[in-house]
């Protein structure tokens, strides 16, 4: 089996730098240029996909749409892999929110949740539950998996055995995948491509703090 796990194309909020989280917004016009981009390398590749899921968020959903031809109302939704709920914090910009949004991307195991909001150890625990599904499935099928960025990265990190402080050390643009295939009986990494040249994460502006 191989999993291909993409993050979606971007959205205006992602430009803003606003969070998003459970916001049910469609992708920008760059968002679905990304997608046909995306759509076009795999083609090229000769890759074709048995089954296509997706974060029931419309982001995702209409950028494995995009990519895989399939209408959004055939497309598998995923409810343990929608985005992090960031409760009240939900639409604000990023940067406009201090130590603790600091810490939420640079030094996770310090962040706290505020009432409303999901915490990590239970956004990691939902997309865990997930992983080790999908571990059991047919072994012959190529799958399309459309996350959200903090869904994505949870994922790399568990499959990569790397702990939950590294989880935004590495990049992962819109539109950018890893594959996760089963070897010697657990789903790990395989391949990279993360496409760090389209990322809307807002690392930098904490990293010049």
Not at 49 to 59: E, G, H, I, M, T
Not at 175 to 204: H, M, Q, W
């Amino acid at each position: 089996m191989e999993l291909y796990i993409m993050r979606h194309g971007q959205t205006a909020d992602n430009k803003k730098h606003l969070l998003q989280g459970r916001k049910n917004i469609p992708l920008s016009n760059e968002g679905v240029e990304q997608a046909m981009q995306a759509k076009a390398d795999l083609d090229a590749e000769g890759i074709r996909f048995d089954r296509v899921c997706a974060s029931p968020l419309k982001r995702a959903m209409q950028t494995a749409s995009l990519i895989t031809g399939v209408d959004e109302s055939d497309i598998e939704p995923i409810e343990e892999i929608i985005e992090y709920d960031f409760g009240p914090l939900e639409g604000k910009r990023v940067e406009d929110l201090g130590e603790n949004m600091r810490a939420f991307f640079m030094d996770p195991e310090a962040y706290i949740a505020p009432d409303g909001a999901e915490t990590y150890d239970e956004m990691f625990e939902r997309v865990e539950e997930y992983l080790k599904r999908m571990e059991k499935e047919d072994p012959d099928e190529r799958i399309l998996v459309v996350a959200h960025g903090g869904t994505l990265h949870a994922m790399y990190q568990l499959l990569n055995g790397g702990p939950m402080k590294d989880m935004w050390k590495q990049t992962i643009g819109n539109c950018g995948y890893f594959i996760a295939s089963v070897v010697d009986g657990t789903l790990s990494v395989v391949d990279r491509r993360f496409k760090e040249e389209n990322k809307t994460l807002p690392l930098d502006s904490f990293l010049k703090k």
